[in-house]
C-alpha cells in the first residue's frame, strides 16, 4: 500500500477560552489514502471541522495548541512556516466551505477570485492563459454561459452556481487532498445531489483525496468509503462506510441512524465508492 496522504495521530486540539484552555479534538487517529473518500460525521461541536481547519493551518488565530501527528504527505503541518503555508494551501491542499457567500468577495467578480489561484501559485501563466484557464473550470464544473458567468459577482449568481465557482477555485490546481465542510448545507435537495455527484466526478478524474466533513449520515453513504464517526471530540466507531452505516457498533452511531430511517430505505442499496 502506498503511504497515505494524510496521517494524523493522536491528534489533540485545544483552544484558549475564560476558564481556560477547551479540548475540541482529544486522541483522534486515521490515516487517508490517495484517491480515497473519508467522511468525518457528528453533531455540531463534535470536533470534525476543527480537524478540517488544522489541516488546513487555520488555527492560528484562534491560538489553538496542537498536540499529536498531523502530516501531509509525510510533511508535518504544525512545524511549517507561513511561507511554506501559503506554499501548500490553495495549490496541494484545498478546502470547500458550506457558504459560498461568505467564501467569495463580494465585490470582485468570479472570474478574478479563481485567476487569483493561479496568479498566485502559478506566476509564469499569461493574462489569456489564466482566462482561458478559469473558462475551462467554470465549464468543467457546470456553470452554464461561462463567459458571461465569468464576470459577474457573487450576488448575480445562484447559491448553487456560487458553490460551483468555490469548488473550481479548489480544484484549479488539481490539489492532492480536497477537504469539504458541509458543501452543501446551504442548498436545497437537488442542488445537493448536483454539487455532490459533481465532487465525485471531479475527484475520480484527477486522483484527488477528500476528506468530506458533515452531520448527513445520508451524504457520507452516498459519497465515501470509509467513515469516521466523533463525538464530542473523540472517535466513538470508524471502518468501511457500508459496515459502519448497516452494523453500526456504538450507541451514538445508531442513534444518528435512527434519526434518519429514511436512510436505510432509501440510500442504503445505492452506496458508492468515491
Not at 166 to 179: E, N, Q, S, Y
Not at 190 to 197: C, F, G, N, W, Y
Request: glycine share 10%; proline share 5%; charged share 20%.
Amino acid at each position: 500500500m502506498s503511504d497515505p496522504v494524510l496521517d494524523i495521530a493522536d491528534l489533540t486540539l485545544d483552544y484558549p477560552g475564560r476558564g481556560g484552555m477547551t479540548r475540541a479534538v482529544n486522541g483522534v487517529s486515521f490515516a487517508l489514502q490517495p484517491g480515497q473518500v473519508l467522511g468525518i460525521v457528528g453533531e455540531s461541536g463534535s470536533g470534525k471541522s476543527s480537524i478540517g481547519m488544522a489541516i488546513m493551518g487555520l488555527t492560528a488565530a484562534s491560538h489553538a495548541k496542537i498536540g499529536g501527528r498531523l502530516r501531509f504527505q509525510g510533511r508535518d503541518l504544525p512545524g511549517l512556516s507561513p511561507r511554506e503555508w501559503r506554499a501548500l494551501r490553495g495549490d496541494r491542499i484545498a478546502m470547500v466551505f458550506q457558504d459560498a457567500m461568505a467564501t467569495l468577495n463580494p465585490v470582485l467578480r468570479v472570474g478574478d477570485q479563481i485567476a487569483d489561484v493561479f496568479r498566485y501559485h502559478r506566476p509564469a501563466m499569461s493574462r489569456r492563459e489564466i482566462r482561458a484557464a478559469v473558462l475551462a473550470l467554470l465549464q468543467r464544473v457546470g456553470i452554464h454561459e461561462a463567459e458571461r458567468r465569468i464576470d459577474s459577482y457573487p450576488h448575480q449568481l445562484s447559491g448553487g452556481m456560487r458553490q460551483r465557482v468555490v469548488i473550481a477555485a479548489a480544484i484549479a490546481l488539481r490539489p492532492d487532498l480536497l477537504i469539504a465542510d458541509e458543501p452543501t448545507t446551504a442548498l436545497d435537495v437537488t442542488v445537493q445531489a448536483q454539487i455532490l455527484s459533481l465532487m465525485q466526478e471531479l475527484i475520480r478524474e484527477q486522483g484527488t483525496s477528500m476528506l468530506l466533513i458533515s452531520h448527513d449520515l445520508d451524504v457520507v453513504g452516498d459519497v465515501c468509503d470509509s467513515v469516521v464517526v466523533m463525538r464530542h471530540g473523540v472517535i466513538v466507531e470508524a471502518g468501511p462506510v457500508e459496515q459502519v452505516l448497516s452494523t453500526p457498533q456504538h450507541p451514538y452511531t445508531r442513534e444518528l441512524l435512527a434519526a434518519r430511517p429514511q436512510f436505510g430505505a432509501h440510500h442504503a442499496p445505492e452506496v458508492q465508492h468515491g
